[in-house]
């Protein structure tokens, strides 16, 4: 199958950016990302520079890779990371808009990787609970009731690819932020923290220049884990208990 | 040069109690002054620059990713052990010892294990204290489950994404390291030399990625986590950034690298469908408990198949060779990873492949959904049911067991494995060897430690499943923090490393001078070529069975092959700006010379064990033989261009008597 590429190019962060035009013979069966391999391949073999691109895992868990394709974070498929995404996805003949995340939280370093380092700042300003090695208690001292363990799991599994912040009309960090908050807070060991786990990772998130949330759903929607909005609600319930409510204020 | 293992006297169930009671400690004044460096963050990584950081010492610490987070310990799936014995059935520290000394088919060492069986009931309380989501059952407790070579239940786990949920776990604990000012962290920079000071390690150069500068980085120790190097093979499970870099450059400047031919080969990962595959995707283990693997009795109905004239469901149920029920009556479909795969080669060998490439086995579940189908009618009360319903009904239970997997196999392969075998092949997947470490993780080069996957000492030839991610916590959590004391309480006089000093200019100029002369070659075939080719060699003569006359002349086509490399790469761009393909390069480099050095590992060592399977040791049916009377070893390499030499510490067993594995 014949694909016209169209990908965003940039040389780093100073420079401008522009679509550069490609056409690439892929095979039904390959991964997206193995599409953007031939592209590269070729560009080698004619001495140009290949498109930089961001990867690593290639099986949806490591949140590396980040392409806005025709429009999509990760793409047309629901559920899926830009590595899981394969060209049946596509038809032959069919042109393919290629972009990074967008978002001044998220400045573009090459072509199609930008920095995501704010996220990591993030969870620095109290995505963790206080425990060194070596205090913990025995496991099953703690019990904790299943189902409020799965559903600190399920905001677990958010992979930090940022594909919400991209979807946002705002760049807001709202859902990743969230998912962490949720996590820790619903487990007996976070909740310890959890007032002013919640007030530092926001003031962190809104220093990184992320947006504000105005409830589109747009984050859930592109979500490749499916990490809900409803964590975005309990933060702001925390949030706001925390603000008006909390002996400290960070 | 003699290997000395610095195992404690005593007895093993005392030893590492006793050795942590009596060894030299630094004083918290001290600690503050001492400087250390953590290359790489997985499990290993991440736990051990974090605990360095809560103990009071200065870190140092790097990833070639962009965040910590992204180490490949995330996508682990299965789970992690520990002697727990939550389930009161039998569980105990030296059961799991003996467990996992047996699964490494008696090529590890004795002492290292047990200690690992004693702290893995730590790491499960350290973990559950970070806010570790473990799988819990209705009482609140935590659940375990069963995985191979094992009778009991000691596995925990966090849904399929345990890996990731540990990983997040230590990634939190070394952010929070950060945000207290105690670790340094240098993301996106790549260690591409060792720096050593009258003998001791002292430091690194790292290559900035963004700028594509080499900085200089000194500390007073060095400790390695950087995982391992399937990717050597090209294709395997392994992410595509995995490389051997770092503990390459280490073995260059002195350290060994020990037993690299233990490769672990998983039997069910998605086959290779093209040319243009970049990675293999495992499917796990679980599913041979329901599916049967087999091949086409005749060659000619294989043929029929790679040409796509025939398919799976053409094939009469007696012109199928369900070869491992054949061959393993006792084990059939569950025998262990090693095994399996040699089986699944033995099969294609013959040409009775199932795919396109002639690389495939099916692995079949109509039985499984016949039987569950049937019970299922009973139990529902449905009486004289037809076929079709005893297929809806055997669906059903196939996919609430196996619903996942089956949806991701169907994504990838855009088959349907309800109504269709799933094809799969043996992959690479975890490498066993890596770099020769002491008792206390230390390598031959005083000063410089090795933990996790990049080390060699805890698995031997065979790693058993959810034991990657107890050693990685493990070294980094329990062993590193107590085991550097040693080394450390000697240097509370020693000043600051200073960066500037003749060793560190040297090995700075050599970095670059390396750097540059791959960009000047300017050749016309590219990194990934060159990489593919290599991967193909790798595999064809030092993958799942292996002899002298293959190894050999493996080894002169890699020598040729690199030899073409420094002649006709092509790396794009320059070395001071971000540029991917010279870093591919320089990886790829490496690994075409520890290519070398496990074919000729895999040479030195005439015997069979674990996932070493060399075809002129073994039994007349055709099982692996091991020859403990003169393998009993440890091979460590000393890397030289024209010939690299073997240093060998031989393996005591004093606790666990020598046996044959067998599955029959």
């Known amino acids: 199958m014949k694909i016209h590429l169209k990908v965003w190019r940039q040389r780093n962060g100073e420079s401008k950016g522009y679509l550069e035009d490609h056409q690439v013979e892929a095979d039904e069966h390959m991964s997206f990302l193995e599409m953007m391999d031939v592209l590269n391949e070729d560009l080698v073999s004619k001495k140009e520079t290949p498109v930089a691109f961001e990867h690593d895992c290639r099986e949806g868990i490591c949140g590396s890779c980040n392409m806005v394709i025709n429009g999509q974070p990760h793409g047309p498929d629901s559920g899926t990371t830009t590595c899981q995404l394969h060209m049946r996805s596509f038809k032959d003949g069919d042109t393919v808009v290629v972009e990074p995340w967008r978002a001044v939280a998220f400045p573009v370093i090459k072509d199609l990787i930008v920095d995501r380092s704010s996220f990591d700042r993030i969870i620095q300003a109290g995505g963790y609970i206080s425990v060194n090695t070596g205090q913990a208690q025995d496991g099953n001292a703690i019990p904790i009731e299943k189902g409020r363990s799965a559903f600190a799991m399920d905001a677990a599994e958010c992979i930090g690819c940022g594909a919400c912040v991209a979807a946002c009309p705002n760049a807001s960090a709202m859902l990743f932020t969230s998912a962490k908050v949720a996590h820790l807070g619903t487990m007996p060991q976070g909740e310890v923290e959890q007032s002013t786990r919640v007030q530092s990772m926001v003031k962190q998130m809104d220093l990184?220049?992320?947006?504000?949330?105005?409830?589109?759903?747009?984050?859930?929607?592109?979500?490749?884990?499916?990490?809900?909005?409803?964590?975005?609600?309990?933060?702001?319930?925390?949030?706001?208990?925390?603000v008006l409510g909390s002996e400290k204020s960070v | 040069m003699e290997l000395k293992s610095n195992i404690p006297e005593g007895k093993i169930a005392t030893k590492w109690e006793n050795y942590r009671g009596k060894m030299n400690l630094v004083a918290p004044n001290n600690k503050r002054r001492l400087e250390i460096i953590v290359v790489g963050t997985g499990l290993a990584g991440a736990s051990a620059a974090a605990t360095f950081g809560e103990l009071g010492y200065k870190v140092k610490c790097f990833t070639f990713h962009d965040s910590p987070r992204r180490a490949h310990s995330i996508a682990a799936q299965g789970g992690i052990n520990a002697a727990k014995n939550y389930q009161n059935d039998g569980d105990s520290v030296y059961r799991l010892f003996y467990d996992t000394v047996k699964g490494g088919d008696y090529r590890s060492r004795e002492a290292n294990v047990h200690r690992l069986a004693e702290v893995s009931r730590n790491i499960i309380d350290q973990c559950v204290a970070q806010g570790v989501p473990f799988a819990r059952e209705y009482g609140g407790l935590l659940a375990n489950r069963s995985f191979g070579g094992v009778q009991v239940s000691r596995t925990f786990y966090a849904r399929?994404?345990?890996?990731?949920?540990?990983?997040?776990?230590?990634?939190?604990?070394?952010?929070r390291q950060i945000s207290l000012g105690n670790v340094e962290m240098y993301n996106r920079h790549e260690m591409l030399d060792l720096v050593k000071i009258d003998g001791k390690a002292r430091g690194i150069i790292a290559r900035n990625m963004l700028t594509g500068k080499s900085e200089r980085f000194p500390a007073h120790c060095v400790v390695l986590a950087t995982g391992g190097y399937g990717n050597v093979f090209y294709l395997s499970t392994n992410a595509m950034g995995s490389n051997v870099t770092?503990?390459?450059?280490?073995?260059?400047?002195?350290?060994?690298?020990?037993?690299?031919?233990?490769?672990?080969?998983?039997?069910?990962?998605?086959?290779?469908?093209?040319?243009?595959?970049?990675?293999l995707t495992l499917m796990s283990e679980s599913l041979r408990n329901d599916g049967?693997?087999?091949?086409?009795?005749?060659?000619?109905?294989?043929?029929?198949?790679?040409?796509?004239?025939?398919?799976?469901?053409?094939?009469?149920?007696?012109?199928?060779?369900?070869?491992?029920?054949?061959?393993?009556?006792?084990?059939?479909?569950?025998v262990p990873r090693d095994v399996a795969s040699r089986a699944a080669k033995v099969?294609?060998?013959?040409?009775?492949?199932?795919?396109?490439?002639?690389?495939?086995?099916?692995?079949?579940?109509?039985?499984?959904?016949?039987?569950?189908?049937?019970?299922?009618?009973?139990?529902?009360?449905?009486?004289?049911?037809?076929?079709?319903?005893?297929?809806?009904?055997?669906?059903?239970?196939?996919?609430?067991?196996?619903?996942?997997?089956?949806?991701?196999?169907e994504k990838i392969t855009a088959e349907n494995p309800y109504k269709m075998p799933m094809k799969i092949y043996p992959a690479v997947h975890y490498t066993m060897g890596g770099v020769w470490v002491d008792y206390n993780l230390e390598t031959n080069v005083p000063g410089l430690f090795c933990l996790g996957e990049a080390n060699f000492s805890d698995h031997g030839a065979n790693r058993l499943g959810a034991s990657a991610l107890m050693q990685g916590l493990a070294d980094g959590y329990f062993v590193i923090p107590y085991t550097v004391g040693p080394f450390l309480s000697k240097e509370i006089r020693t000043p600051q490393i200073d960066a500037n000093s003749p060793e560190f200019l040297a090995a700075e100029k050599e970095t670059n001078e390396k750097l540059e002369r791959l960009i000047?070659?300017?050749?016309?075939?590219?990194?990934?070529?060159?990489?593919?080719?290599?991967?193909?060699?790798?595999?064809?003569?030092?993958?799942?069975?292996?002899?002298?006359?293959?190894?050999?002349?493996?080894?002169?086509?890699?020598?040729?092959?690199?030899?073409?490399?420094?002649?006709?790469?092509?790396?794009?761009g320059e070395v001071n700006e971000f540029n991917p393909e010279l870093e591919k390069a320089s990886r790829v480099a490496d690994f075409l010379e520890l290519g070398e050095v496990m074919m000729l590992d895999a040479l030195d060592r005439d015997e069979s064990c674990g996932g070493h399977f060399r075809s002129e040791y073994a039994s007349e049916e055709g099982e692996a033989k091991r020859n403990d009377e003169d393998y009993a070893y440890v091979a460590a390499w000393e890397w030289d261009e024209i010939e690299p030499k073997v240093h060998k510490e031989h393996l005591e067993f004093k606790d666990i008597e020598l046996k044959t594995r067998s599955y029959k």
Request: glycine share 10%; net charge neutral; proline share 3%.
């Open chain 1, 208 to 242: 990184e220049g992320f947006g504000m949330c105005s409830n589109t759903g747009a984050c859930e929607a592109e979500c490749p884990k499916g990490i809900s909005i409803t964590n975005i609600a309990l933060m702001n319930r925390q949030y706001a208990g925390s």
């Open chain 2, 160 to 175: 399929g994404q345990t890996g990731q949920q540990l990983l997040l776990g230590a990634y939190q604990a070394l952010s």
């Open chain 2, 246 to 279: 770092a503990a390459w450059r280490a073995v260059k400047k002195g350290a060994l690298m020990a037993n690299p031919c233990y490769t672990q080969i998983h039997p069910t990962c998605i086959p290779v469908s093209g040319e243009y595959q970049s990675k």
């Open chain 2, 292 to 334: 049967r693997v087999w091949v086409p009795n005749k060659v000619e109905d294989a043929e029929a198949i790679q040409r796509g004239e025939k398919t799976a469901l053409d094939i009469e149920e007696s012109d199928r060779d369900y070869y491992l029920e054949r061959r393993y009556p006792a084990f059939g479909n569950l």
């Open chain 2, 347 to 409: 099969a294609c060998d013959e040409g009775k492949g199932v795919s396109k490439t002639g690389l495939a086995v099916y692995l079949d579940f109509a039985a499984a959904i016949q039987r569950y189908g049937k019970s299922a009618a009973i139990s529902q009360g449905i009486k004289n049911p037809n076929d079709d319903k005893i297929i809806e009904l055997g669906e059903a239970v196939v996919k609430e067991k196996y619903g996942n997997l089956f949806q991701m196999y």
């Open chain 2, 520 to 572: 000047k070659i300017q050749g016309n075939q590219s990194v990934e070529s060159f990489h593919r080719r290599l991967g193909k060699i790798m595999w064809e003569y030092c993958g799942m069975a292996r002899d002298a006359e293959g190894l050999k002349k493996g080894r002169q086509m890699i020598r040729d092959l690199r030899a073409e490399f420094y002649n006709d790469v092509f790396v794009p």
